[in-house]
């Protein structure tokens, strides 16, 4: 059983940033962060596997990075010129490094962006 932690979340007004962090307490494949506007969906926001191969959706890809630290099983959401729009609850997901058919999912993040 692998736990995750994110912290980093909180309110920040239009075009300001955040760095958003995922602890995981073992080791892990693919690492993801998603999230959940009110009345919407849980969408994929971002995925990195355990090399470093990453993947942004489009409707953030200018504006946020995601980034891993295998040392220390840490996966990293740098969110740039915030939007209204980006205002959810973001939680991180991991595949279990042995069996990918095993998800872990933290908690999640409250991220509000508002003026």
């Known amino acids: 059983q692998v736990h995750l932690v994110e912290s980093g979340g909180g309110l920040v007004q239009p075009g300001g940033s955040l760095r958003l962090s995922c602890a995981a307490s073992?080791?892990?494949?693919?690492m993801a962060w998603y999230r959940q506007a009110p009345g919407k969906q849980r969408e994929l926001v971002a995925s990195?596997?355990?090399?470093?191969?990453?993947n942004i959706a489009d409707s953030v890809k200018d504006r946020f990075t995601i980034s891993r630290d295998g040392a220390k099983n840490t996966v990293y959401l740098q969110m740039n010129n915030l939007k209204p729009e980006d205002t959810a609850v973001y939680y991180c997901?991991?595949?279990?490094?042995?069996?990918?058919?095993?998800?872990?999912w933290g908690k999640g993040t409250l991220v509000t962006v508002s003026s």
């Open positions: 990195v596997t355990a090399r470093g191969s990453s």
């Open positions: 997901n991991a595949r279990d490094d042995s069996d990918a058919t095993i998800v872990y």
């Open positions: 073992g080791s892990t494949s693919v």
